[in-house]
């Protein structure tokens, strides 16, 4: 099993920036990739950004540009950095770990509300 726990989440102004970390605990070995998705309210969850073991990412084009997905192999630990915010970005944040084997698990998730 593994453990995820988001954090970093909050309040923040439009134009404002935050940082989100994920960080991984338990069997952690054979995760080959980590990515972030947001479920905003009355939505479907939206896939943002994934990093591979190797430290290749992706995007979605929705949101390329914006946010830069990075890790800390010493930390077992992902982050996003959000920048520009707006309030569409108001969501909840979830970190989610692909394992060998068909495994995948999920946070539970950090609230972004995005507000003046």
Same mark, same amino acid.
């Given at each position: 099993?593994?453990?995820?726990?988001?954090?970093?989440? !909050? $309040?923040?102004?439009?134009?404002?920036?935050? @940082?989100?970390?994920?960080?991984?605990? /338990?069997?952690?070995? /054979?995760?080959?990739?980590?990515?972030? %998705? @947001?479920?905003?309210?009355? =939505?479907? +969850?939206?896939? $943002?950004? $994934?990093? #591979?073991?190797?430290? *290749?990412?992706? %995007?979605?084009?929705?949101? =390329?540009? +914006? &946010?830069?997905? *990075? +890790?800390?192999?010493? =930390?077992? #630990?992902?982050? &996003?950095?959000?920048?520009?915010?707006?309030?569409?970005? #108001?969501?909840?944040?979830?970190?989610?770990?692909?394992?060998? /084997?068909? %495994? %995948?698990?999920?946070?539970? !998730?950090?609230?972004? #509300?995005?507000?003046?």
């Amino acid at each position: 099993q593994v453990q995820l726990v988001e954090s970093g989440g !909050g $309040l923040v102004q439009p134009g404002g920036s935050l @940082r989100l970390s994920c960080a991984a605990s /338990g069997s952690i070995s /054979g995760i080959y990739a980590m990515a972030w %998705y @947001r479920q905003a309210p009355g =939505k479907e +969850r939206e896939y $943002l950004a $994934l990093i #591979t073991s190797g430290g *290749s990412t992706n %995007y979605a084009d929705s949101v =390329k540009g +914006r &946010l830069t997905i *990075s +890790r800390d192999n010493t =930390k077992n #630990t992902v982050y &996003l950095q959000v920048n520009s915010l707006k309030p569409e970005d #108001t969501a909840v944040y979830y970190c989610q770990a692909n394992q060998k /084997g068909g %495994y %995948y698990y999920w946070g539970q !998730g950090t609230q972004v #509300t995005v507000s003046s």
